[in-house]
């Protein structure tokens, strides 16, 4: 099977809609952290991407030019998350 058949197998059992949901999520974040005058938001948890899900929304903000970092300390604290910035 090639990686063309494997999508489409994938997209019969509901990946597609799966996707668009979490990047919609995403997208919401995104909108409410510019309402804020912000220029990042919590992205997820660095060790999140074991599913494909994940994987997937993750490039497709890279595609439209997002960048991610870690998020780093706060209050003194190591934070295991990453933040999408634009």
Known sequence: MNAQEARKLANQNGFDQKLKKEIKKV?????SACEYGRN????????QY??????EVKEHFKKLG???????YI???????????W
Do not use: A, R
Request: with cysteine.
């Open 75 to 85: 209050g003194g604290v190591y934070q295991h998350t990453e933040d999408i910035c």
């Open 40 to 47: 990042s938001t919590c992205f997820g948890m660095l060790d």
């Open 50 to 55: 074991k599913n494909p899900i994940d994987f």
């Open 27 to 31: 997208e919401n974040k995104i909108e």
């Open 66 to 72: 997002y960048t991610f970092k870690p998020t780093g």
